[in-house]
T-cell receptor
Framework: GQQVMQIPQYQHVQEGEDFTTYCNSSTTLSNIQWYKQRPGGHPVFLIQLVKSGEVKKQKRLTFQFGEAKKNSSLHITATQTTDVGTYFCARDDKIIFGKGTRLHILP | DAGVIQSPRHEVTEMGQEVTLRCKPISGHNSLFWYRQTMMRGLELLIYFNNNVPIDDSGMPEDRFSAKMPNASFSTLKIQPSEPRDSAVYFC????????????FGPGTRLTVL
């Protein structure tokens, strides 16, 4: 009930293509956080979304929080090799992480 | 700033041995979290402390696992006795508060139990 589901689990894209990962919850979230973990590294905080319908951008990354605050997405425009890694969403009120989406870039 | 410090970075031990993982949070942070990461189960919260007090240990797998935070600058996660299924990467993270703030993760301890 309190889990957050992420899809897809894996994504292979050609360099330069766009990428989107989705995070879904069956219950309303107070806020959601996104983290990135490079291969062999540790999770690094990217952003937190709090408001219904919120959209935030960080360069080529666009984060959205659904109107009902039950889902969120991370979209990367024109992927680069530096985007490789696993992207996690986390529901902050319960400190629960999704299983992550592993992004692999094909040169 | 040094960031969250964990030791050791790698630990290889034999089944039945005691394992102690150590964490030094970022100075000034009052919340500390222990996570375990495996391919199968992903990133799991084991326990978290607020102001050195354990708040939620529902993620601790079983009695073989214990965690302490004797002061604001040090925490340990102990496994006794260790089992092969405990093999994982264990992360420590800290933040200013339990909720609403970003967590800063340490580099992790890769534990292998043979």
């Amino acid at each position: 009930g309190q889990q957050v589901m992420q899809i897809p689990q894996y994504q292979h894209v050609q360099e330069g293509e766009d990428f989107t990962t989705y995070c879904n919850s069956s219950t309303t979230l107070s806020n959601i956080q996104w983290y990135k973990q490079r291969p062999g590294g540790h999770p690094v905080f990217l952003i937190q979304l709090v408001k219904s319908g919120e959209v935030k951008k960080q360069k080529r990354l666009t984060f959205q929080f659904g109107e009902a605050k039950k889902n969120s997405s991370l979209h990367i425009t024109a992927t680069q090799t530096t985007d490789v890694g696993t992207y996690f969403c986390a529901r902050d009120d319960k400190i629960i992480f999704g299983k992550g989406t592993r992004l692999h870039i094909l040169p | 700033d040094a960031g969250v410090i964990q030791s050791p970075r790698h630990e290889v031990t034999e089944m039945g041995q005691e394992v102690t993982l150590r964490c030094k949070p970022i100075s000034g942070h009052n919340s500390l979290f222990w996570y375990r990461q495996t391919m199968m189960r992903g990133l799991e919260l084991l326990i978290y402390f607020n102001n050195n007090v354990p708040i939620d240990d529902s993620g601790m797998p079983e009695d073989r696992f214990s965690a302490k935070m004797p002061n604001a600058s040090f925490s340990t996660l102990k496994i006794q006795p260790s089992e092969p299924r405990d093999s994982a990467v264990y992360f420590c993270a800290s933040s200013f508060t339990t909720g609403g703030k970003e967590q800063f993760f340490g580099p992790g301890t890769r534990l292998t139990v043979l």
